[in-house]
Nanobody, 117 residues
Framework: QVQVVESGGGLVQAGGSLRLSCTAS????????MAWFRQAPGNERDLVAS???????DYTDSVKGRFTISRDNTKSTVYLQMNNLEPDDTAVYYC???????????WGQGTQVTVSS
């Protein structure tokens, strides 16, 4: 059974930091491209950051220089370190595991991040 589980969300003041974690089980983690998306109320779910099987990373412009995505294949876990948080970062953050070889993608249940001004 595939499970994708996020953790680490919470309430933080503007300028603060949080680290999100996402652990995936039941999939070949080393073959999965991992990504973080976020969805604010009334908005679509948008890509925030991604990391390939080969550790290539990419970020949406609004988080470049503030967020860092990384992965630990020994723990089947991907992280999102978020620094200098802004109120516009408030959203539910979702983890996505994409196994391109078999055309399957899996989502976690999401974790709430709230940044107060």
């Amino acid at each position: 059974q595939v499970q994708v589980v996020e953790s680490g969300g919470g309430l933080v003041q503007a300028g603060g930091s949080l680290r999100l974690s996402c652990t995936a089980s039941g999939i070949p983690f080393t073959a999965a491209a991992m990504a973080w998306f976020r969805q604010a109320p009334g908005n679509e779910r948008d890509l925030v950051a991604s990391i390939t099987e080969d550790d290539w990373t990419d970020y949406t412009d609004s988080v470049k220089g503030r967020f860092t995505i990384s992965r630990d294949n020994t723990k089947s876990t991907v992280y999102l370190q978020m620094n200098n948080l802004e109120p516009d970062d408030t959203a539910v953050y979702y983890c996505n595991a994409n196994i391109t070889l078999i055309g399957r993608a899996y989502w976690g249940q999401g974790t709430q991040v709230t940044v107060s001004s």
